[in-house]
Structure formats: structure tokens, C-alpha cells
């Protein structure tokens, strides 16, 4: 190899770019140490800084660290920032981001890395401030995250190396700090040996996405400070012990606890301890003559305890999401207002546990989680996926020469997290396989902090951790591991140990485009078995990264779209909001699931229960609201008085009397009783009258809407059929109009654009047998039209190319005479020949005119709902534009179906339009393109309105399921062919 390098690189006997593709994780770093803010000095280094990105190597700048260099030809880049993104003002692009999940974009052949290593030149100038502490002590310099590999000069002289992309590294700057003006140079490598244990499924950007500072370290003051605050819940009193390197006079004092302590000492107090639910936390200091650190404590005890993960004596619950940190225009960047949106949209989806996937956060983050309240599973910044694909040949997790690179990252991370009580477990990272650096990390963490279980997916066998987890085991499995009667551990030594462990899904229900489906069930998993304690959805947010068409229409890129080589598509779009942060109907679907309280109404009894299904807080927060809706109008509300509800207990109250006489006054429509639990008032993460959880209950159903009356005969005149308000073809037995309104091209439809989970899947590809049997291809051949004195009956064979499977469909159009405007439809479908796969949808399609754009409906909503994706619907009338009805996934597939739904109107700005009536229900759709058009789409920006709206009127859809990685639809949910019959009515209306 041949390379230009630097003068001042050079060490006899040593290449000094040897760092780059060194297991080693780094050289000349300070020992890791707990984060936190002093009061000491500090220089804050984020800003501009000149840059330059080199193409590898073999492109360096010679001379590039010296102080005085000249930056012709260099540009400028935002610090903190990614260097592929624009999204941060003055940080234009270079180079591109690039996607893959599992697959390592370069040869693997660790630790080595590809000559093209595009490498960032960083270089900044500083001006020390005039009363900056030289005499005293020493400064370092902090950076909170660097990716993948970097080294650094101050003024001219190496200070050394570091790797762990998301972890903090710090530098002596012993002698080399002047008083005025200094100059940093940092040089930052895109892959880097370290590349092969960071192949977290996302985008693979670089640089300095992180802080850096300089700190001035006072002597005497604080280096390292460990806070214990145990919590025992026999005695409500809090424990803590303060651990410090520190000055010798260091004091730790909690103010509002009289506290007044030597590190090492013990103090017992009562005090209110610190869960997700009550973040409790008391200010405290550590303290000597030369420096002051604020700390936050809260006082909780986590433990495994007869097979249960518990805190403070009590089994908890995940209602948990796997979070990456990520922003559509700055990436890995994030500033702290989008921390805390991310809290507080996950607090008002009833989220209560994250799972820092798959690396530590900005500690911010953490912070923001002890004041708000979030159980975090705190993961090492550590995966070797790619491995797996090589037959795990050569995987580093059990290959010695990296074991002091594993210990290294998991130490890191623990020092800098220890003092946050929001963090209850230690996770040593995703996807490694297996191996002893993996058990040597846990070892080294159960004797640093044995006061958090270990956690690790990769080891089925539990040989080393506290907890047994897995991702996207299947209901039936998450029910057999409940009852403790799962399959034996390849090793049987360790199968009682195993066994005696609390469960987690540490990921599953893959939010993956349109779903995911089956929480409800995994719920209930969760709530029946004491050991099932919760799970992680993934994710938590779509990566999509903000982009414009030419003619300047913005869309999220996913995978593939920076021209990427080897990549893996939308995958990295799979989270429960879209990347804007816009919440999908998946975090809806999820919020109800995971209610804290449960109401259930009792019609017959006329009472309310509330469980409440909180670990720790009583209900006091919570108010209870009624309403009474008739025909989804709202006709009497008013509010229940509870009694304050302990965790984990019932009461049963009986309604109101306002209610009593409410729900027993008939209206003449379909009348429904909902009861909500509100926020009684304001709490840091949302304003009062936020609402918690709900319950609905049908006071009294409408008998059938279908008419029993005889049918009229159907008019002929030329090639016109006219029956009531009606016309149709007379030879094609077409519908063609329903008063002023064209109706057309009404007929059978069972396909929908597949969703990422029809798509995908473990068990192979529903939607490829779809298409292989040609439901986007249906022919709808004409057998016969007959003209009768009732009505009308078309009679189809719809079939595809090729096939002798076929679909008997018989329409009977009909007319009552007591309500002459009205046109009901009949539709009989008898499926013939093989059909050996469960159908997208059955129902029919037709358009209608554009301008019918005002959808009202009375049924489930506001948002879509699919078999197993309703429980957030609820019954009432509802009104969304055409446009407003579509939900936007990053990559565009089925979407946007509501469902129960008992009529709906579709009117233009006029008022005028059409009504479709159920018999009783049907599921709806109304779309601007076809699904044939969604089916084409790769982003949403290809979608183009046509001069029609597409509507589908549908007796039952396919469920959703998670198959793009997990289990597929429930056989509750799946939609098998037999024979079957859609009854729906259609009238000309004026709104
Ligand atoms: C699992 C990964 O842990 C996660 O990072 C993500 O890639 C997820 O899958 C899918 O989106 S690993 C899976 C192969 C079980």
C-alpha cells in the first residue's frame, strides 16, 4: 500500500494510520467517567469548522493538523452534524448515506476496510478565554460521538484515537492548550475495524454527529462520581451511597433530605421513590472547594426476584418501543427538542419503556427520561449482524483478539449512564451471535453495577444475562414461554436457569408500512402471564431522510435512493411514527392497546369498572368524562366521579344518575356510550384533558336498514336499463349512473396494493402468490344480464389469465317500492376451482366523479382500521377530505380503509353527492388513484390524482399481521375464500 501521509504522522517503526484498521479501540484516551455538567470551565467546540472530505487514505492532506495550514480549496461543516446530510444550515452534503440492514457494504474481511474510506478533514480554531484555568489542574477534551474512527492534534501534537461511534471519548491536553488562539485538528474515517461490530440495521452516516468540548478538570475537584440510591419497599426508605473520585473534602448533600455525606457513606431516609410513573427525583450535589456537581436522584430498587424483573417490589409491565435516534434532515443528530418530542409523544401513546436501540442515546435523552418517566434498557453501541450472513465465520463476539474492544464499549457506556435511575437494564448490544467477549461483558458489568440485570437477545440460552428476551417469537411461542413451557436451551445445563428467568420481546410487532397487527393479542399474552413482562415494538420512527422531486415535492428516501449499490429498500421505514414525527396509525392502534386503566361498561348493570393497570400510580391524575352519541351525534355527556384507583386494583362504580336517565332516554338512532379518562391536569408531558384511555358500549342497535318491500321491474329504452334511480348498459349489464351521479366500473374487486407485510415474510410471500394466481388481473367476463320484475341480476365469472380458479358473481340490483330512490345491491360470490390462499379483500369498486371529495361516515374511525389493526377505532360519525383519508407510508401500499362503517356520504362543495348504506356494515375506501397505482408507487410523490375517485366498498379485508419480520395474520383475522354475499344500498343525497 502506498500512501501519502503526513509528516508529523510519522513514528519510526509504525504506521501511523495503523488506528484505522486496529481492533484496538483507541489510544491516549482518558479512562471513561460518569456524564455529567459542572461547574468547572468549559469551552463549548460545536459550530462551524473547515472541512474537507478526502476520498480515502491515500488522499489525505500532508500537513493537515498543523496549526498554521492554509484552507484553500476547503469548505466549512456544522459540528455536530453527519457529514452525507444537509439538513443543518451551513453543513452542505458530501458524499451519500447509504442503507443496509444486515449486509456489511464492504468485503468482510475484518478488521480490514475498503481503500475507498471517505474521511473527513475537520479543523477548527479556538480562542481560550482569558481567565481560563491554566494553573490549576488539566483540560480534556470531550467528544459525545464520532463515527466510525477518528484521531485528533492540538496544536500540531497527536493527543491520540478513539472508535465506539456512539459512545463518549475524552483527551488529556497535557502542555498543549495555550492561553488565545488553538487549533484542533480532528480526522474522521467512515469505516474504520470498528465498522465490524456497528452494523446496526440503518443508514450508515459519519462524522462528528455529537458535541465536542473542552473541560477543564479541576485538582481536587470531582472525576467520577457513582450514585446507589437504593429504594426498600418493606420500609419506604430510600438507600444512598455516593461513590466518588474526588477531591478529599467531597460532600454529597440532598437539601430537601437533610442529607449531608462522605462519598462511601450510607444514609437511610424515607423518602418517595423514583418508577416510569412517578419519576420522582431529588436534587442533590457532590461538592469539593474546586468544583460543584448538580446530580438528580432517584431512589429505586430493580431486581429479578422469583423469576419476575421487578422494581421496588413490584412486577412491571414494558409497554415498550425500540428507539434509534433519528432526524429526516440531520440524521443521527439530534437536537434536545426532538428528544423531548419523542417523550412526549411516546407518553401520550402510553409508552412506558424504551429500549435504546441499538447504542447509547445522547445522554440528554436519558436525562429527559429520569424527569419524565421511561424504563430504559440502556444497549451497548455493538452488532455484528453481517456476520450471520458468512455462517457467523469470523465473528468478532467470539474472537479474542476483540474482547478488549467489547469490554471497552460496554464500560464506556455504563460509566457515562450509571447516575440515571431511568436506566433499569443493561443490554450488551444487538445481532452478535454468540461467544465469551459477550460473557466477559457481562461479567465485568454484573461486578461494576450489580444493582441492573444484563439483558441480551443473541444468547437464547441465557447462559450470562438476567433476563431471557427474544424478538418476534409468535403468539403461540410468547404463550408457551408465559407458562414456562418452552422449548429446552441447546445446553442442557442451562435450561432450569433459563427457565426461571422473566421474559421479554426486546422487539416485536414489526411497524413495517401499513400494521403492524396482532398487539391486541400479544397484550393479552403479556397481561394473562406473570412472566410475559411486555415487550419493545420496532420501531419507534421511519428513517426517511427528506428529499424533492425536481419539481420540488418533498418525500422521505429510503434505501436504494442515494444510488446505493447493495441495500435493503424501505426496510429502514418501519417505525410507529413517520419520519417527520407525524404519529401512524400503528402508534395509535398501539396506544389503545396499551391502556393503564382499562374501562369496561356494563349496560345490563349500569356500572363502569376501571382496572387500573398501572405498576405504581394510583388513578388521582385521571378524570372520568361520558357522552352518549346518537347516530354518532352527541346527545348527553358528563362526567363520572371515581373513586381514586390503586395500581393494579378494580373498582366497579354504578353510573351516574345524569347517565342513567340518559342511556335509558331512546332517540331513534344506533346509540353509543363512551366513558374517557382524561388528564385531570397539566403534567410536563401533556396538557390537561389529554385523553388516557376509553371504552365504548352499544346502548341500543337500529334493526337492519334493509328494506323488506317487493322490488320494481327495470325500464328499458334503447340500450338503457333504467331501474328507479339507476341506468345500466342493457347488453353489458353495466351500472353507469345513480341519480345526476356516473357511478361506474362497479364489479367485484379482491385485490389491494400489497402492504410490506403482505409482501414479506419469514414463512414466504403472501402477496407473491397473489399475483402468481393474477388477483391484480381479474377478467370480468359477462355471462348474463337479466332484466326480471323485481330487479336486475348480472351474473360474472371473474377470473384471471391462465387459471380455471374463478370467482361466481352474481349481482342483483334492486329497487324497493317504498323507497323508490334507493338502489340496493346484492353481490353473491361463490368461488370456484383452487383458491389455497386467504384474499386480500372482497368487495366491489366503482368510481365516481372527483369532486364527490368530502367523505362523512358513521362507523369506525377517525383513522384506518383493518381486522387485526381496529381496537383505536371507535364507533361515531366522522368527516375527512378524499385527501385526508390516505395514510402516507414511505413506501405507498393498502392504506386508508375504515371500517364498521354504517353509511357514508360522499358529497362535492355543493352538498350534493352519494350515500352508501350497510347492511349493516361495510369497510370503505375512497382514493384519488387506484390500488393498481398504489401497487406501482415507490414513493407517495409518484402518486398522481386521476380524474376519478376509486371507491371500494368491501364485506372483509385480509388482516395486516407483522410477516415483514414476524408473525403473519392470525387465522382469526385471515380472509379465506368461500362463499359469500355484500348487501349495500346507494341514493343520490344533498348533504
Ligand atoms: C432485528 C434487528 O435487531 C433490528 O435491528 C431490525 O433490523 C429488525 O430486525 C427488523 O427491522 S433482527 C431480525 C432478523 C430478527
Redesign the pocket.
Known amino acids: 500500500m502506498t500512501t501519502s501521509r503526513s509528516a508529523a504522522d510519522a513514528v519510526p517503526g509504525h504506521d501511523p494510520l495503523d488506528y484505522v484498521e486496529s481492533r484496538s479501540p483507541g489510544d491516549g484516551r482518558q479512562p471513561p467517567r460518569a456524564g455529567f455538567v459542572s461547574d468547572a470551565a468549559a469551552l463549548d467546540l460545536d459550530g462551524t469548522w473547515q472541512f474537507r472530505l478526502a476520498a480515502g487514505l491515500h488522499d489525505l492532506t500532508p500537513g493537515f493538523e498543523a496549526p498554521d495550514l492554509a484552507h484553500a480549496g476547503w469548505g466549512t461543516i456544522a459540528v455536530p452534524s453527519c457529514w452525507q446530510l444537509d439538513g443543518i444550515p451551513g453543513a452542505p452534503r458530501h458524499g451519500a448515506p447509504a442503507y443496509t440492514?444486515?449486509v456489511f457494504p464492504f468485503p468482510v474481511d475484518p478488521p480490514r476496510v475498503p481503500d475507498a474510506n471517505p474521511t473527513g478533514e475537520y479543523r477548527r480554531e479556538f480562542t481560550l478565554p482569558e481567565d481560563w484555568p491554566f494553573e490549576d489542574g488539566a483540560s480534556v477534551l470531550r467528544f459525545e460521538g464520532v463515527d466510525s474512527c477518528f484521531a485528533l492534534w492540538l496544536n500540531g501534537a497527536r493527543l491520540g484515537d478513539g472508535k465506539g461511534s456512539r459512545l463518549p471519548t475524552e483527551f488529556g491536553t497535557a502542555g498543549l492548550l495555550r492561553p488565545g488562539r488553538n487549533v484542533l485538528a480532528v480526522r474522521v474515517h467512515q469505516w474504520s475495524a470498528g465498522s465490524y461490530l456497528e452494523d446496526?440495521?440503518?443508514w450508515w452516516v459519519s462524522g462528528i454527529f455529537r458535541s465536542v468540548r473542552l473541560l477543564h478538570r479541576p485538582s481536587g475537584g470531582i472525576d467520577d462520581v457513582f450514585v446507589h440510591a437504593d429504594f426498600d419497599p418493606v420500609t419506604g426508605e430510600g438507600v444512598l451511597r455516593v461513590d466518588a473520585v474526588a477531591g478529599p473534602d467531597a460532600r454529597i448533600t440532598v437539601p430537601e433530605l437533610g442529607l449531608d455525606l462522605a462519598p462511601g457513606e450510607t444514609a437511610r431516609v424515607p423518602v418517595q421513590p423514583w418508577t416510569a410513573e412517578t419519576p420522582r427525583l431529588y436534587d442533590a450535589v457532590i461538592a469539593t472547594a474546586a468544583e460543584r456537581v448538580p446530580l438528580r436522584v432517584g431512589f429505586r430498587r430493580v431486581a429479578v426476584e422469583d423469576g419476575l424483573l421487578t422494581v421496588n417490589g413490584r412486577r412491571i409491565l414494558l409497554r415498550g418501543v425500540?428507539r434509534h435516534e433519528w432526524h429526516p434532515e440531520t440524521g443521527r443528530t439530534l437536537d434536545r427538542a426532538t428528544m423531548l418530542q419523542d417523550i412526549e409523544l411516546m407518553k401520550r401513546h402510553n409508552i412506558n419503556a424504551v429500549r435504546t436501540?441499538?447504542y447509547p442515546p445522547d445522554r440528554t435523552f436519558l436525562s429527559l427520561c429520569d424527569e419524565l418517566g421511561l424504563w430504559v434498557i440502556d444497549e451497548c453501541d455493538l452488532?455484528t449482524?453481517g456476520f450471520?450472513l458468512n455462517g457467523w465465520r469470523d465473528n468478532p463476539s467470539a474472537d479474542p483478539a476483540w474482547r478488549e474492544a467489547y469490554l471497552d464499549r460496554m464500560s464506556r457506556m455504563v460509566e457515562r449512564d450509571k447516575n440515571h435511575p431511568s436506566v433499569i437494564m443493561w443490554s450488551l448490544g444487538?445481532?452478535s451471535g454468540t461467544g465469551d467477549n459477550l460473557r466477559a461483558m457481562a461479567d465485568w458489568t454484573h461486578e461494576r453495577d450489580p444493582a441492573r440485570p444484563v439483558h441480551y437477545?443473541g444468547d437464547w440460552d441465557s447462559g450470562y444475562v438476567d433476563v431471557y428476551s427474544r424478538?418476534?417469537a409468535d403468539h403461540d411461542e410468547t404463550d408457551r414461554i408465559g407458562r414456562r413451557a418452552e422449548e429446552p436451551t441447546t445446553d442442557p445445563e442451562l435450561d432450569g436457569h433459563r427457565r426461571s428467568l422473566p421474559f421479554i420481546l426486546?422487539?416485536y410487532a414489526?411497524a413495517?408500512g401499513n400494521g403492524p397487527g396482532g398487539l391486541s393479542e400479544y397484550q393479552r399474552l403479556f397481561e394473562q402471564h406473570p412472566r410475559c413482562q411486555g415487550g419493545f415494538v420496532?420501531?419507534w420512527i421511519d428513517h426517511g431522510i427528506r428529499q424533492h422531486t425536481p419539481d420540488g415535492r418533498g418525500f422521505f428516501a429510503y434505501g436504494g435512493d442515494f444510488g446505493e449499490p447493495v441495500h435493503d429498500s424501505n426496510?429502514?421505514a418501519?417505525g410507529l411514527v413517520f419520519p417527520d414525527r407525524t404519529p401512524s396509525p400503528g402508534l395509535v392502534e398501539y396506544k389503545k392497546v396499551i391502556e393503564p386503566v382499562s374501562i369496561a361498561i356494563d349496560a345490563a348493570s349500569a356500572t363502569v369498572s376501571v382496572r387500573n393497570g398501572q405498576d405504581f400510580a394510583d388513578t388521582a391524575a385521571l378524570r372520568w368524562l361520558w357522552q352518549i352519541e346518537d347516530g354518532g351525534e352527541p346527545v348527553a355527556d358528563g362526567e363520572c366521579a371515581f373513586p381514586v384507583v390503586p395500581a393494579g386494583e378494580t373498582v366497579f362504580v354504578p353510573w351516574p344518575a345524569e347517565l342513567r336517565k340518559a342511556a335509558g332516554t331512546a332517540a331513534g338512532g344506533e346509540r353509543w356510550l363512551t366513558v374517557r379518562a382524561v388528564l385531570a391536569t397539566d403534567l410536563p408531558w401533556a396538557p390537561a384533558g389529554h385523553e388516557v384511555a376509553w371504552q365504548q358500549t352499544l346502548l341500543e342497535a337500529l334493526p337492519a336498514v334493509r328494506a323488506v318491500a317487493p322490488g320494481s321491474a327495470p325500464v328499458r329504452s334503447g340500450r338503457l336499463l333504467t331501474l328507479g334511480p339507476a341506468e345500466f348498459d342493457v347488453r353489458s349489464g353495466r351500472l353507469a349512473r345513480i341519480g345526476e351521479h356516473a357511478v361506474e366500473e362497479l364489479r367485484l374487486d379482491l385485490w389491494r396494493a400489497p402492504t410490506d407485510n403482505d409482501l414479506r415474510g419469514w414463512r414466504g410471500s403472501v402477496a407473491e402468490r397473489w399475483r402468481a394466481a393474477g388477483l391484480d388481473r381479474l377478467e370480468h367476463k359477462v355471462l348474463a344480464v337479466e332484466p326480471g320484475a323485481d330487479g336486475l341480476t348480472v351474473r360474472a365469472r371473474v377470473a384471471a389469465a391462465g387459471t380455471d380458479a374463478a370467482m361466481a358473481a352474481d349481482y342483483r340490483w334492486s329497487v324497493p317500492e317504498d323507497t323508490p330512490d334507493r338502489l340496493w345491491l346484492t353481490l353473491e360470490v361463490r368461488p370456484t376451482g383452487e383458491w389455497p390462499f386467504p384474499l386480500p379483500r372482497l368487495g366491489v369498486r366503482a368510481t365516481v366523479a372527483p369532486s364527490l371529495s368530502t367523505v362523512t361516515w358513521f362507523g369506525a374511525g377517525p383513522g384506518e382500521a383493518y381486522p387485526d389493526t381496529r381496537a383505536a377505532a371507535r364507533v361515531s360519525r366522522f368527516r375527512s377530505s378524499v385527501a385526508g383519508l390516505q395514510t402516507p407510508y414511505l413506501f405507498p401500499q393498502e392504506n386508508g380503509a375504515r371500517t364498521d362503517v354504517r353509511w357514508a356520504r360522499l358529497t362535492d362543495e355543493a352538498g350534493e353527492g352519494l350515500l352508501v348504506l350497510g347492511a349493516p356494515h361495510f369497510g370503505l375506501s375512497v382514493r384519488p388513484w387506484t390500488s393498481e397505482d398504489l401497487d406501482a408507487a415507490r414513493h407517495p410523490t409518484d402518486l398522481v390524482p386521476r380524474d376519478a375517485l376509486y371507491v371500494n366498498v368491501d364485506l372483509a379485508q385480509q388482516g395486516i399481521g407483522s410477516a415483514?419480520?414476524?408473525p403473519g395474520v392470525l387465522p382469526a383475522h385471515r380472509l379465506l375464500p368461500g362463499p359469500a354475499v355484500l348487501t349495500v344500498g346507494f341514493q343520490a343525497v344533498t348533504d
Open positions: 440492514n444486515q446496526q440495521d440503518m425500540n436501540s441499538h452488532e449482524h450471520h444487538n445481532e437477545e424478538m418476534y426486546c422487539e414489526h413495517m420496532w420501531e426496510f429502514v418501519d415483514s419480520c414476524g
